[in-house]
T-cell receptor, first 115, second 115 residues
Framework: GAGVSQSPRYKVTKRGQDVALRCDPISGHVSLYWYRQALGQGPEFLTYFNYEAQQDKSGLPNDRFSAERPEGSISTLTIQRTEQRDSAMYRC?????????????FGSGTQLSVL | AQTVTQSQPEMSVQEAETVTLSCTYDTSESDYYLFWYKQPPSRQMILVIRQEAYKQQNATENRFSVNFQKAAKSFSLKISDSQLGDAAMYFCAYRSGDSNYQLIWGAGTKLIIKP
């Protein structure tokens, strides 16, 4: 697609429910990144994929958070047993390659609210 | 660990005038990149300008320019001839030279343009 697409745009869920957030990167982009952005703060790194391989998941807060990218394209970030502190904007970004000079393209994010 | 500080939570400027947003960072690395990103109300995250630490020349992109003071670890963004469309949150970010995804972000500065 023309840009990084994330869905849903907004998600409201009750505490204890599982949620799945989707990211569709720019076609042909090898690398995909997930960030979390709390209100009034900059994004915080969660995890990173090259193709289908999860290269770094050091930013995932705990084992309720997981991510996958099974075919090296679309990625899903899953949060199990959501808690109110999980409420934030979840952003996805992609880049064409894996080099350090690569430009990151961000999606518009999914705003998650846990009641 | 690297840190990025934006000390101005909010700035305002009259349309057509010039405004400077401040950013300081702390690092012991010699190879790194610095970025300014714009987050408009549409919630996109758009790269405004990028500076490689090894370059002495300040980066410019049309009305946007930076004042990169490596010794002082300062990286300010100057917006000339401010336009209503410049109203947004502006984030300063740091990336190590050996990582293509571990962006470290400031807390952001909200820029208001007065017509």
């Amino acid at each position: 697609g023309a840009g990084v697409s994330q869905s849903p745009r907004y998600k409201v869920t009750k505490r204890g429910q599982d949620v799945a957030l989707r990211c569709d990167p720019i076609s042909g982009h090898v690398s995909l990144y997930w960030y979390r952005q709390a209100l009034g703060q900059g994004p915080e790194f969660l995890t990173y994929f090259n193709y289908e391989a999860q290269q770094d998941k050091s930013g995932l807060p705990n084992d309720r958070f997981s991510a996958e990218r099974p075919e090296g394209s679309i990625s899903t970030l899953t949060i199990q047993r959501t808690e109110q502190r999980d409420s934030a904007m979840y952003r996805c970004a992609s880049s064409l390659g894996t080099g350090v000079n690569e430009k990151l393209f961000f999606g518009s994010g999914t705003q998650l609210s846990v009641l | 660990a690297q840190t990025v500080t934006q000390s101005q939570p909010e700035m305002s400027v009259q349309e057509a005038e010039t405004v400077t947003l401040s950013c300081t960072y702390d690092t012991s690395e010699s190879d790194y990149y610095l970025f300014w990103y714009k987050q408009p109300p549409s919630r996109q995250m758009i790269l405004v300008i990028r500076q490689e630490a090894y370059k002495q020349q300040n980066a410019t992109e049309n009305r946007f320019s930076v004042n990169f003071q490596k010794a002082a670890k300062s990286f300010s963004l100057k917006i000339s001839d401010s336009q209503l469309g410049d109203a947004a949150m502006y984030f300063c970010a740091y990336r190590s030279g050996d990582s293509n995804y571990q962006l470290i972000w400031g807390a952001g500065t909200k820029l208001i343009i007065k017509p």
